[in-house]
Nanobody, 121 residues
């Protein structure tokens, strides 16, 4: 069974950095596009960043220049490096991935359980 497990969340002061990790577990899995999303209390879930299997990236306007998404295919892991954090970055951060089993064509979209990021002094 394929799972996404996020880690790295926590409490950080404004202006500080934090790095989130999303590990894809499961055998014979091909990881296609992966995205980080976030949801603050009372708000809709929003896209933070995406990275394709080829390494192309895109970012939400509110995080451009501060956040960097990257992937380590050997470790089945996608990272979100967050710098210059602001209180408005406080949210639950979710990892989302399009996955395909080797020797199959069906693409499955999977969500992680989320990790809390709180930016506060």
């Amino acid at each position: 069974q394929v799972q996404l497990v996020e880690s790295g969340g926590g409490l950080v002061q404004p202006g500080g950095p934090l790095r989130l990790s999303c590990v894809v577990s499961g055998s014979d899995v091909i990881i296609l596009t992966v995205g980080w999303y976030r949801q603050a209390p009372g708000k809709q879930r929003e896209l933070v960043a995406t990275i394709t299997s080829g390494g192309s990236t895109s970012y939400g306007d509110s995080v451009k220049g501060r956040f960097t998404i990257s992937r380590d295919n050997a470790k089945n892991t996608v990272y979100l490096q967050m710098n210059s954090l602001k209180p408005e970055d406080t949210a639950v951060y979710y990892c989302n991935a399009d996955l395909r089993k080797q020797a199959t064509t069906a693409i499955h979209n999977v969500w992680g359980q989320g990790t809390q990021v709180t930016v506060s002094s």
